[in-house]
């Protein structure tokens, strides 16, 4: 289905409205503490917001949602760009799969061929399965046990910033020998399943190769703005934004020079 301004501002309002019933209802289930019922509605404000930015992103009104919150106070400045920087790679991904759908699509279908699974028949399901899946994993993570340690999530991030800024338009056969090293570790697979389709079909598509240029220079962005957030947490009087954390049968646990202690 090709998205025309018209049919983009009618989706939207259906992103928006998609985005506010994320994580899905059926997770609160897993919510079996208060503090998992915490975090679950805390994301889900959190997904109504970036609903309402790709409202806006996608021509249906409602100005610089980010810059109000920010300007009342809710969110930092370093904030307010993350966020920024996140829309811009939401809205270069959804680019990138409509560009590409005729070779997403096919591959899909093989792929449900072999395994005898359903998928999305058009692009725009497909992107609200990839927001889907994006914000039901994060809740998942939380109720199945997740450590998460900025050392280690700032040393990741480096290594992603030192890959994405190299690449080039010369430079896609490193980026093929980078997919096929990741494929056997996929988190997400609507966004991994597009960007691989998409790395191993752009040398046939001059306008995806651009496509996925500009998704990668955002994957950039986004890790030199993470990168900023990290080093600010090594200042004297850090922000305090970006913490190594643990959750462990459904409780949260913050990391003290002590160990772990329970919030």
């Given at each position: 289905m090709l998205i025309?301004?018209?049919?983009?501002?009618?989706?939207?309002?259906?992103?928006?409205?998609?985005?506010?019933?994320?994580?899905?209802?059926?997770?609160?289930?897993?919510?079996?503490?208060q503090e998992l019922l915490n975090e679950f509605f805390k994301q889900r404000e959190s997904a109504v917001l970036f609903g309402k930015l790709l409202k806006a992103r996608f021509g249906g009104g409602g100005g610089n949602i980010a810059w109000e919150v920010k300007?009342?106070?809710?969110?930092s400045q370093v904030e307010y760009e993350l966020l920024q920087v996140l829309v811009d790679y939401l809205d270069s991904t959804?680019?990138?799969?409509?560009?590409?759908?005729?070779?997403?699509?096919?591959?899909?279908d093989?792929?449900?061929?072999?395994?005898?699974?359903?998928?999305?028949?058009s692009e725009t399901d497909y992107f609200l399965a990839l927001l889907q899946e994006n914000w039901d994993i994060r809740f998942r993570e939380c109720v199945q046990g997740q450590t998460f340690k900025r050392d280690a999530f700032e040393k990741t991030t480096k290594a992603a910033r030192a890959f994405?800024?190299?690449l080039d338009s010369n430079s896609l056969?490193?980026?093929?020998?980078?997919?096929?090293?990741?494929?056997?570790?996929?988190?997400?697979?609507?966004?991994e399943f597009a960007f691989h389709t998409a790395v191993r079909h752009c040398c046939d598509d001059e306008t995806l190769k651009d496509k996925l240029k500009i998704l990668i220079n955002n994957l950039a962005k986004l890790s030199d703005l993470v990168l900023k957030a990290c080093r600010d947490e090594r200042k004297p009087n850090p922000p305090k934004q970006i913490i190594s954390y643990k959750w462990e049968n459904g409780e949260r646990y913050?990391?003290?020079?002590g160990g772990w202690k329970l919030l």
């Open positions: 025309t301004n018209g049919s983009r501002k009618e989706f939207a309002y259906e992103l928006e409205g998609f985005m506010s019933r994320l994580p899905s209802d059926v997770l609160l289930q897993d919510a079996t503490t300007e009342q106070g809710y969110i959804f680019t990138l799969i409509q560009s590409g759908w005729h070779f997403i699509k096919h591959d899909l093989k792929l449900a061929e072999s395994i005898g699974e359903t998928f999305p028949k994405y800024w190299s056969a490193t980026l093929k020998s980078q997919v096929s090293r990741d494929a056997s570790g996929i988190r997400l697979f609507y966004f913050t990391r003290t020079q």
